[in-house]
Structure formats: structure tokens, C-alpha cells
């Protein structure tokens, strides 16, 4: 049987991950960050497909294009957390498993960041631990999925 397939989508402006602002959001490369989660996804018998994108439409298209490929969503909606109803609605339609990360600590920032519109579909939230945020989301997700199979 082949592995269970972990998607992981990150959105607008995560690709400038360590380029700017290391005291909010650490030193750490978005491709330091796939790495990490490759990692953690490997070790409990996951494959991982890790994307990024900054147009909302996009991310929609990889959450509908996930139902029948993956067996679960980690997703870091960027700043469209705070905006997207869209982004909700497909996460709730794909009936998969999702888990929503962020680097930062969303609760201890501006009040505009404390809603999460993907929260309302996630499982669960896993925010505050910089890219170590997606290590605990893939371990979760790999529980969860051993455990409904
Ligand atoms: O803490 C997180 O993971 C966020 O999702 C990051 C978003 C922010 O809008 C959310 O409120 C919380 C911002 C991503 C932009 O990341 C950058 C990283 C370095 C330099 C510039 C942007």
C-alpha cells in the first residue's frame, strides 16, 4: 500500500520566509521548512507534497484538486487566514482532514489576526513554534490519518 499523502499549502508571501522581519518570523528559509516537514513526514511513513502560492484562487484549486489524492491538509493560509471565506468554504467542502499552522503566535499579534476563517474548518490549530509549527501539524496528521484507516 502506498504511503498516505500529506498536502501542506502555504500562501502570500511565504516564499520571503528569512528574507525579512527573523524577530516575528525566525531565520528560517520556506525551503528550510519543507525540509524539516519532509523529514518529520518521512519518519511516520507519510509522503509530502509542500506548495506555496500568493494568489488565493490557487490555493483554492490545490484544496478541491486534494480530494481523492490526499489524505489530509496542513495549511498556513498566510494572511488570507484573516480574509478568505473562499479558502473556508473549499477547505470545508474537500471532507479531508485539515490542520491549520503558523509560524507566529496569530493571538498575541494585532487584533485583525486573530480571526482565522481556515480554523473554522481545521481539526485543530497549531500556531506560535516557527517552522517546528508544521512538524507538530505533520505528526498530528499522521495520527489522525492512522487512526480513521
Ligand atoms: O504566522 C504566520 O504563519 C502567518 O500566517 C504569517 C503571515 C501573516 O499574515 C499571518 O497573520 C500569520 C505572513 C506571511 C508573510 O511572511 C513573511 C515572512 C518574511 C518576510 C515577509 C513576509
Known amino acids: 500500500m502506498s504511503a498516505p499523502l500529506i498536502l501542506v499549502l502555504n500562501g502570500p508571501n511565504l516564499n ?19 525540509l524539516a516537514t519532509s ?3 518521512d519518519q511516520l511513513g507519510c509522503a509530502l507534497d509542500f506548495r506555496q502560492s500568493n494568489h488565493e484562487g490557487v490555493l483554492i484549486d490545490w484544496v478541491q484538486d486534494a480530494r ?15 480574509t478568505s471565506i473562499a479558502l473556508l468554504d473549499a477547505l470545508k467542502a474537500v471532507d ?38 508544521y512538524v507538530l501539524a505533520v505528526a ?6 492512522k487512526t480513521a484507516a
Do not use: C, K, M, W
Request: charged share 15%; no cysteine.
Open 140 to 145: 498530528a496528521l499522521a495520527n489522525l490519518i
Open 96 to 133: 479531508l482532514p485539515v490542520i491549520e499552522v503558523h509560524l507566529s503566535n496569530i493571538f498575541h499579534r494585532e487584533p485583525f489576526r486573530h480571526t482565522s476563517y481556515p480554523g473554522r474548518a481545521a481539526i485543530g490549530v497549531i500556531a506560535g513554534f516557527g517552522g517546528q509549527s
Open 16 to 34: 520571503l520566509l528569512g528574507t525579512r522581519e527573523p524577530h516575528i518570523y525566525g531565520t528560517d528559509t520556506l525551503e528550510d521548512v519543507r
Open 68 to 82: 481523492g489524492t490526499a489524505a489530509g491538509i496542513i495549511i498556513n493560509a498566510g494572511a488570507y487566514t484573516h
Open 39 to 41: 523529514r518529520a513526514a
